[in-house]
């Protein structure tokens, strides 16, 4: 039973556009949620993360805004660059484990 | 600084085979995690270690699976009796420590192939 779900494999963005990443999790007792970015043939790269007392973190053109309620996350990236192409990951934390989504596959387009 | 680093890059081996995978965590990290990646998977959870000890051990599949950090330090997983379904990519994670954000540092992998 899947705990953090990314229900989209891909998703192609325009450069210069806004990237919208989603994810849902069904475990209310996490208390911390990341996201991870990682390119072919290297390891995941930590991003931004929130707590879950937060509904927002913004760290220059990344932003992660979270509705509890909704059990739901989303990674906003402005503007889209071409670095940005990769899969990025979300993921959930709680008993000091991290539960990985399966990722979806950001494609920049020129 | 140096980051995780993990030997070897890539592993063949045949089916039934006993092999060994390495990670070097963040030189003063004291929580290390191990991980898999199958196709299309996000980083499955292994086995994390507190300093020596394994703090938590639950996603180990089933005994043929075992991981060492003798000096908490570097870590070794090893496979024994190795299935084709063991195929996959072995991550290693290490951090400050373990709770908080825990923000996890990650290695390139160890691409293991079962034939």
């Known amino acids: 039973d899947q705990q953090v779900k990314q229900n989209s494999p891909s998703l192609s963005v325009q450069e210069g556009r806004i990237s919208i990443l989603n994810c849902d999790y069904t475990?209310?007792?996490?208390?911390?949620f990341l996201w991870y970015k990682k390119y072919p043939a290297e390891g995941p790269t930590f991003l931004i993360s929130?707590?879950?007392?937060?509904d927002k973190n913004e760290d220059g053109r990344f932003t992660v805004f979270l509705n509890k309620s909704a059990k739901h996350l989303s990674l906003h990236i402005v503007p889209s660059q071409p670095g940005d192409s990769a899969v990025y990951f979300c993921?959930?934390?709680?008993?000091?484990?991290?539960?990985f989504g399966k990722g979806t596959r950001l494609h920049i387009l020129p | 600084g140096a980051g995780v680093s993990q030997t070897p890059s890539n592993k063949v081996t045949e089916k039934g085979k006993y092999v060994e995978l390495r990670c070097d965590p963040i030189s003063g990290h004291t929580a290390l995690y191990w991980y898999r990646q199958s196709l299309g998977q996000g980083p499955e959870f292994l086995i994390y270690f507190q300093g020596t000890g394994a703090a938590d051990d639950s996603g180990l599949p089933n005994d043929r699976f075992f991981a060492v950090r003798p000096e908490g330090s570097v870590s070794t997983l090893k496979i024994q009796r190795t299935e084709r379904g063991d195929s996959a990519v072995y991550l290693c994670?290490?951090?400050?420590?373990?709770?908080?954000?825990?923000?996890?540092?990650f290695g390139p992998g160890t691409r293991l192939t079962v034939t």
């Open positions: 994670a290490s951090s400050l420590n373990a709770g908080g954000p825990v923000e996890q540092y």
């Open positions: 993921a959930a934390s709680g008993d000091d484990k991290i539960i």
């Open positions: 929130i707590s879950s007392i937060k």
């Open positions: 475990n209310s007792m996490f208390d911390y």
